[in-house]
C-alpha cells in the first residue's frame, strides 16, 4: 500500500475550502485528535498524531497516536486489545485538529485507568466551583492491573 502524502499549505482558501489534505501539526510536530465512540458520540478521549501517527491511521483504518510523555508512536490497543478501528475520520477548518469516530475492541473502553472514557470526571463550575470532582462514570469496564501490569503508567506522572 503506497503511503499517503499530504500536500502543502499554500492558499487559505484550499486549506479551508478545498479538497486536499494538508494538515498543520504545532510546533511540537503534534496535533490534537478528539475520539469519540461511533455509536453513542461520546467523548473517549483526546490524543495528539504526529504525521506518521496520522499515516498510519488513514492506511491501516486502526487509531495510532504519539505518546507525548513516551515519545513514541502507539497503536491504541496493542497492549490492551482496546483496538479503536476508525468508522470516520474528520479534520478541522484550518486542518490542525481531527475528530475519530471509532468503535472499539473488546469491552469498548478506551481508557488507560480502567473506564471507558478518559472523561469520567466532571469538575463544578458556577456556583459549586472550586467543589470536589464529580464521577460521570462509577464502575471501571477493565481491570487496569490485570491489562497493563503494576507498573505505573507513565502518561500519569
Not at 52 to 58: E, I, K, N, Y
Request: aromatic share 8%.
Amino acid at each position: 500500500m503506497p503511503s499517503i502524502e499530504f500536500h502543502p499549505r499554500r492558499t487559505i482558501e484550499e486549506v479551508e475550502e478545498g479538497n486536499i489534505l494538508a494538515p498543520k501539526f504545532g510546533p511540537d510536530g503534534l496535533m490534537p485528535c478528539i475520539t469519540s465512540d461511533v455509536t453513542t458520540g461520546e467523548v473517549l478521549m483526546l490524543g495528539w498524531m504526529d504525521a506518521d501517527a496520522l499515516r498510519l491511521t488513514l492506511e491501516t483504518g486502526e487509531a495510532h497516536y504519539f505518546s507525548r510523555s513516551r515519545q513514541a508512536l502507539w497503536r491504541k490497543g496493542a497492549t490492551s486489545g482496546l483496538v479503536q478501528s476508525v468508522i470516520e475520520a474528520r479534520i478541522d477548518d484550518d486542518q490542525d485538529a481531527l475528530w475519530l469516530r471509532v468503535k472499539v475492541a473488546g469491552s469498548g473502553a478506551s481508557c488507560h485507568v480502567g473506564y471507558r472514557s478518559c472523561f469520567y470526571r466532571g469538575i463544578p463550575v458556577s456556583d459549586a466551583a472550586g467543589a470536589p470532582l464529580r464521577f460521570a462514570e462509577h464502575a471501571k469496564t477493565f481491570d487496569p492491573i490485570a491489562t497493563y501490569g503494576n507498573a505505573p503508567n507513565p502518561t500519569q506522572l
